[in-house]
């Protein structure tokens, strides 16, 4: 199986500050074929189902904000938000859909500092 | 509108049964996969298991693999999860997923449900 890790656990931004998030796979989810990693990210609220915001990495979900940007390929992965606003605060996923089972990351817990 | 609603969760007693439902609207059913994907309280998301549109193409995560069974039908937009020998690390919230791409196996999950809480405890 594919272990994903993310880093920090947590993080604390004030608003407008630029927040990063770190996604790793123990194997890479590049697929020679397409060229395409298979990550996407998800932002998950309390009492609320998880939200797609990037797929192939780097390709923003649509309705996501712009503010929003996935980048990486292989085996390291980042989500940046650009400029943190009230409604971000939650808790941020990474998953492979290389192979199967297709693993999530522990979660990233960013809040307004 | 998309829209995917499971239901049938609950209290049930360890080494239980507990049969999960998910119906969908707002798209073509038969021409996307499906998963489900769990968490547990205080727990992030875990993977459980996915079905391919036809249905004939199915994957389990090792922890469920043997109790639990995916199957859809597509003549009435509907998704299940059999699960057997329910134990209490089954308890979870379970999410019906909706795969992102047009017949893709592999995708990521674009439309998700509220999710149905499902409890084993004596």
């Known amino acids: 199986d594919i272990v994903m890790t993310q880093s920090p656990d947590s993080l604390g931004a004030s608003l407008g500050e630029r927040a990063t998030i770190s996604c790793k796979s123990s194997?890479?989810?590049?697929?020679?074929?397409?060229?395409?990693?298979?990550l996407a990210w998800y932002q998950h609220k309390p009492g609320q189902p998880p939200k797609l915001l990037v797929y192939w990495a780097s390709t923003r979900e649509s309705g996501v904000p712009a503010r929003f940007s996935g980048s990486g390929s292989g085996t390291d992965f980042t989500l940046t938000i650009r400029s943190l606003q009230a409604e971000d605060v939650a808790v941020y996923f990474c998953?492979?859909?290389?192979?199967?089972?297709?693993?999530f990351g522990p979660g990233t817990k960013v809040d307004i500092k | 509108e998309v829209q995917i609603v499971e239901s049938g969760g609950g209290l049930v007693q360890p080494g239980g049964s507990l049969r999960l439902s998910c119906s969908a609207s707002?798209?073509?059913?038969?021409?996307?996969?499906f998963h489900w994907v769990r968490q547990a309280p205080g727990k992030g998301l875990e993977y459980v298991s996915t079905i391919g549109y036809k249905g004939g193409t199915t994957y389990y995560a090792d922890t469920v693999k043997g109790r639990f069974t995916i199957s859809r039908d597509n003549s009435k937009s509907t998704l299940s999860l059999q699960m057997n020998s329910l134990g209490a690390e089954d308890t979870a919230v379970y999410y019906c997923?909706?795969?992102?791409?047009?017949?893709?196996?592999?995708?990521?999950?674009?439309?998700w449900g509220q999710g149905t809480r499902v409890t084993v405890s004596s």
């Open positions: 997923v909706k795969a992102r791409s047009f017949g893709e196996l592999y995708a990521p999950g674009d439309y």
């Open positions: 707002g798209f073509t059913f038969r021409d996307y996969t």
């Open positions: 998953q492979q859909y290389y192979s199967t089972p297709f693993t």
């Open positions: 194997q890479s989810v590049l697929s020679t074929s397409n060229n395409k990693s298979y």
